[in-house]
């Protein structure tokens, strides 16, 4: 068939995160992965911290009212100064500290693409990488080699994963909704099959014992990943025939064809209606025969 683009505009009404958070009841909280290594919860992207011999090295930064509270939980972790923040992607929920970190001197560093889309959308200085990279990155701290790997469209054109070698612990950013239904920003250069294909990818590069920090969502395992893995195929297996017969958004719609999956995964970021209408339309898009 050939490739033709549906011209059913799709009105997509994101969710609006944590704006109207009364941040004051916000609390952050920290769960130990292993040693040297941490996993914040707030509200937002969950926070990756590594501790040790020489400095702090965090992952994301959730929102900006919430910096001083992370900044207070990680001094009970430790004292010592923290060096880099590293950005898994440009969404606010994972950068939106970058300034009030930036102007404390401590040193931004994401892809390239995280540059260039905060820097378009007009962000100051101070929350801009200071450092940016274009395909891997690896940090020799704390004893460990923190591995970062880009991955060209998958949530968006930016993301990174992080594989902590020496701790067999991997920070997968937004690239893992752990029980949840992925959030795919097409527009921000994400895509479905880039998902697909990284948490693929992913798991034929880790192990059994390998703990997983995702994006958003809970702690977990190989195991873990390998139940969304199965779950998005499941998916993609529910959604792509429709798409073959050339259906509208609004007529698979019809068909609920995601009706088993909705009520376990679409009470996070994506609701169930958001979800179909951004991962159907990429399907449909993207269909090459
Ligand atoms: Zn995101």
Same mark, same amino acid.
């Given at each position: 068939?050939?490739?033709?683009?549906?011209?059913? &505009?799709?009105?997509?009404?994101?969710?609006?995160?944590?704006?109207?958070?009364?941040?004051?009841?916000?609390?952050?909280?920290?769960?130990?992965?292993?040693?040297?290594?941490?996993?914040?919860?707030?509200?937002?992207?969950?926070?990756?911290?590594?501790?040790?011999?020489?400095?702090?090295?965090?992952?994301?930064?959730?929102? %900006?009212?919430?910096?001083?509270?992370?900044?207070?939980? /990680?001094?009970?972790?430790?004292?010592?100064?923290?060096?880099?923040?590293?950005?898994?992607?440009?969404?606010?929920?994972?950068?939106?500290?970058?300034?009030?970190?930036?102007?404390?001197?401590?040193?931004?560093? %994401?892809?390239?693409?995280?540059?260039? +889309?905060?820097?378009?959308?007009?962000?100051?200085?101070?929350?801009?990488?200071?450092?940016?990279?274009?395909?891997?990155?690896?940090?020799?701290?704390?004893?460990?080699?923190?591995?970062?790997?880009?991955?060209?469209? &998958?949530?968006?054109?930016?993301?990174?994963?992080?594989?902590?070698?020496?701790?067999?612990?991997?920070?997968?950013?937004?690239?893992?909704?752990?029980?949840?239904?992925?959030?795919?920003?097409?527009?921000?250069?994400?895509?479905?099959?880039?998902?697909?294909?990284?948490?693929?990818?992913?798991?034929?590069?880790?192990?059994?014992?390998?703990? /997983?920090?995702?994006?958003?969502?809970? =702690?977990?395992?190989?195991?873990? =990943?390998?139940?969304?893995?199965?779950?998005?195929?499941?998916?993609?297996?529910?959604? +792509?025939?429709?798409?073959?017969?050339?259906?509208?958004?609004?007529? %698979?719609?019809?068909?609920?064809? =995601?009706?088993?999956?909705?009520?376990?995964?679409?009470?996070?970021?994506?609701?169930?209606?958001?979800?179909?209408?951004?991962?159907?339309?990429? /399907?449909?898009?993207?269909?090459?025969?």
């Amino acid at each position: 068939m050939k490739k033709t683009v549906l011209a059913t &505009a799709v009105a997509l009404s994101l969710p609006t995160g944590a704006f109207a958070q009364d941040w004051d009841n916000i609390e952050i909280t920290n769960i130990k992965v292993t040693d040297g290594l941490y996993m914040l919860m707030g509200e937002g992207g969950n926070l990756g911290v590594s501790i040790g011999e020489d400095g702090v090295f965090l992952i994301d930064d959730q929102y %900006a009212p919430l910096t001083e509270k992370i900044l207070a939980a /990680i001094h009970e972790l430790s004292t010592d100064e923290i060096h880099f923040v590293f950005n898994t992607h440009y969404h606010d929920d994972h950068t939106g500290g970058n300034e009030n970190l930036g102007k404390k001197g401590i040193d931004i560093v %994401a892809h390239d693409n995280v540059y260039k +889309r905060l820097s378009d959308s007009g962000s100051p200085k101070e929350a801009l990488p200071i450092i940016s990279f274009n395909d891997k990155l690896t940090f020799h701290m704390n004893g460990i080699h923190m591995k970062t790997k880009h991955y060209h469209s &998958a949530h968006t054109d930016g993301d990174s994963v992080v594989y902590f070698e020496g701790k067999n612990v991997i920070h997968m950013g937004d690239t893992m909704f752990n029980e949840a239904y992925p959030y795919v920003d097409v527009p921000g250069g994400g895509s479905w099959q880039g998902i697909l294909d990284l948490a693929k990818d992913t798991l034929a590069t880790i192990d059994d014992e390998t703990q /997983i920090i995702p994006g958003h969502g809970p =702690l977990t395992n190989k195991a873990g =990943l390998q139940i969304y893995y199965d779950v998005l195929l499941d998916i993609d297996s529910l959604l +792509r025939p429709v798409a073959k017969q050339g259906l509208s958004l609004e007529d %698979a719609k019809k068909l609920s064809p =995601l009706a088993k999956y909705d009520g376990d995964y679409g009470n996070g970021f994506m609701d169930p209606d958001t979800f179909i209408s951004i991962v159907y339309m990429d /399907i449909y898009n993207h269909l090459d025969n």
